[in-house]
């Protein structure tokens, strides 16, 4: 399935500099960053990318070298490899001749039950905001369709419910539910001491 006609996609400042720092990636051949419609009402940042000769590309592996040269709000949330990038009549990349992310190869995690009252308080509340059916202990936030204003929304909802100073940038710095979960325990932790710690609910 073709993007053509179906979603807007966008170039911006963001995606060039992501683009800057794949060309830096031993692996790559070439590749295209765009903003695709994420969910709800949000967009995501995606990766459409070759793999250069006797290499091979694998989603998590690219992710994490990105995450070494970008800010954690710039590391994209899903990889698409393909075998070449579509091509206009001039030679350009053809963005509207992309193919849909879902119908790409994207990164998939493996599903773990959360482990205690935080994890799954927390588990709850990213299915409500995320719209998602079942988040399990190594979800990552973005890359089930979050973005900086859920984000935003998330912390807010948890500093009303903690009283502490849980911040955006402490999600994006550990954006999986149990490194988050992590961080949020701690926290509330040294902010509060465990004795005043109020039950965190979803």
Not at 77 to 103: E, F, K
Not at 128 to 136: A, C, H, I, S
Request: hydrophobic share 45%.
């Amino acid at each position: 399935m073709s993007a053509a006609n179906t979603v807007q996609i966008k170039r911006n400042p963001a995606t060039y500099r992501i683009e800057d720092a794949l060309r830096s990636c031993a692996a790559i051949g070439e590749a295209v960053a765009l903003e695709w419609p994420g969910r709800p009402g949000g967009r995501s940042l995606v990766v459409f990318a070759t793999a250069r000769p006797g290499h091979r590309l694998a989603a998590t592996a690219l992710r994490d070298e990105l995450a070494q040269l970008l800010p954690p709000e710039l590391v994209p949330t899903t990889y698409v490899v393909l075998d070449a990038l579509p091509r206009d009549a001039a030679g350009a990349v053809d963005l509207a001749a992309l193919p849909s992310p879902d119908d790409g190869q994207l990164g998939v995690r493996q599903y773990e039950v959360p482990a205690g009252p935080v994890e799954r308080a927390l588990a709850a509340m990213w299915q409500e905001l995320l719209g998602v059916e079942q988040v399990g202990r190594n979800a990552h936030f973005f890359e089930l369709g979050g973005h900086s204003a859920l984000a935003v929304q998330l912390t807010h909802r948890l500093r009303q419910q903690t009283r502490v100073g849980i911040t955006v940038r402490e999600l994006f710095l550990a954006p999986t539910l149990q490194h988050f979960a992590a961080a949020v325990s701690q926290r509330i932790s040294l902010d509060r001491g465990m004795a005043g710690l109020a039950p965190l609910h979803a």
